[in-house]
């Protein structure tokens, strides 16, 4: 079975750029979610979609970041304009459904904001 | 605030050298508890998922036990190839996200 998948898996980019990052789940899984991970810490969630509707998006940042998943399946997260503290690896995870299941994470797309 | 304490933050450990890593919690209404392992440059991935204090788990020479406030994961002689960093994350209340602890980076020596 195929995995998470995330392209690129690494950016450079200058302050107030923007970028986007592209995730496709894991097929039938219905669940995506999108995490900051900041180096040394634990992955922190962004934004959840169940199917293409938005579940929780309480800790995005909504005046820079902003996530889509048309069609319910691949979904993309964009940043405009970029912060240096924006600099993170950006992950995404897919879950069977709604509920206490498992999330499995793609490789993660690092971004470097200078 | 739902928050979660991983100890100790790193690990080292000679090949066959049994130990535990430790995940305290503090959250309201816990509906799972995850653990995690995670290689550099790669994300997370899933180990075992607890439900109830009590319950265990084991895969290969891992093991993950639950109680009402914390979670131990019991590594029985390691080897080099179990060095990572271990995630351990919680689900509580109505949400589905989970809140992950700071992790702890175990190194094993041959």
């Known amino acids: 079975e195929a995995g998470v998948a995330q392209s690129p898996r690494y950016k450079i980019i200058e302050k107030r750029q923007s970028v986007a990052f592209w995730c496709n789940p894991i097929s039938g899984h219905a669940t995506l979610y999108w995490y900051q991970q900041i180096l040394g810490q634990g992955p922190k969630l962004l934004i959840q979609?169940?199917?293409?509707?938005?579940?929780?998006d309480s800790q995005l940042p909504k005046d820079r970041f902003s996530a889509e998943r048309l069609k319910g399946v691949d979904s993309t997260l964009k940043i405009q304009p970029a912060k240096l503290e924006d600099s993170a690896v950006y992950l995404c995870a897919s879950g069977v459904n709604i509920g206490t299941y498992e999330q499995y994470f793609g490789p993660g797309t690092r971004l470097t904001v200078t | 605030e739902d928050q979660v304490t991983q100890s100790p933050e790193a690990l080292r450990l000679q090949e066959g050298e049994s130990s535990s890593l430790n995940c305290s919690y503090t959250v309201s209404g816990l509906r799972g508890l995850f653990w995690y392992r995670q290689d550099p440059g790669k994300g997370p991935e899933f180990l075992f998922t607890?439900?109830?204090a009590g319950e265990e788990k084991e895969k290969e020479r891992l093991k993950a036990t639950l109680t009402k406030k914390e979670s131990f994961l019991h590594i029985t002689a390691p080897k080099p190839e179990d060095s990572a960093t271990y995630l351990c994350?919680?689900?509580?209340?109505?949400?589905?996200?989970?809140?992950f602890g700071t992790g702890t980076r175990l190194q094993v020596f041959p």
């Open positions: 994350a919680v689900q509580a209340g109505n949400t589905d996200k989970l809140i």
């Open positions: 979609f169940q199917n293409n509707g938005v579940v929780d």
């Open positions: 607890l439900y109830s």
